[in-house]
Nanobody, 134 residues
Framework: QLVESGGGLVQPGGSLRLSCSISGTTSDTYAIGWFRQAPGKRREGVSCISKDHDTYYKESVKGRFSVSRDNAKNTVYLNMNRLKPEDTGVYYC??????????????????????????????WGQGTQVTVSS
């Protein structure tokens, strides 16, 4: 089970820290991704982190967002700085177990594949709202 927290209303230029808490299993074989969905738009990958701490960022958030994980706490964080109105949306975390090979015809796992094509047989949280507005 994944549970997101830390969303809220923030002014442009502000910061938020999202947390994704994982329960029911140990997280050390899982890649974790942050995805967001703005009203009327498709869900998109924002940032993902592999079990080995490899990371991927959507181009528009590079230099502003930072993803990290603490396996001892079974938690993944997304630090968001210099927020913009276009960052508004519901943010979801999702997990894919890297210990389980992907079946065909799915592409082999890479952190970029997970983030741009969404996790295979992924588990998803319920989402947390982030609103960037003055």
């Amino acid at each position: 089970q994944l549970v997101e927290s830390g969303g809220g209303l923030v002014q442009p230029g502000g910061s938020l820290r999202l947390s994704c808490s994982i329960s029911g299993t140990t997280s050390d074989t899982y890649a974790i991704g942050w995805f967001r969905q703005a009203p009327g738009k498709r869900r998109e990958g924002v940032s993902c982190i592999s079990k080995d701490h490899d990371t991927y960022y959507k181009e528009s958030v590079k230099g502003r967002f930072s993803v990290s994980r603490d396996n001892a706490k079974n938690t993944v964080y997304l630090n968001m700085n210099r927020l913009k109105p276009e960052d508004t949306g519901v943010y979801y975390c999702a997990a894919e177990d890297q210990a389980t090979p992907r079946p065909p015809p799915f592409l082999l796992f890479t952190i970029e594949n997970m983030c741009t094509l969404e996790p295979v047989r992924g588990s998803w949280g319920q989402g947390t709202q982030v609103t960037v507005s003055s």
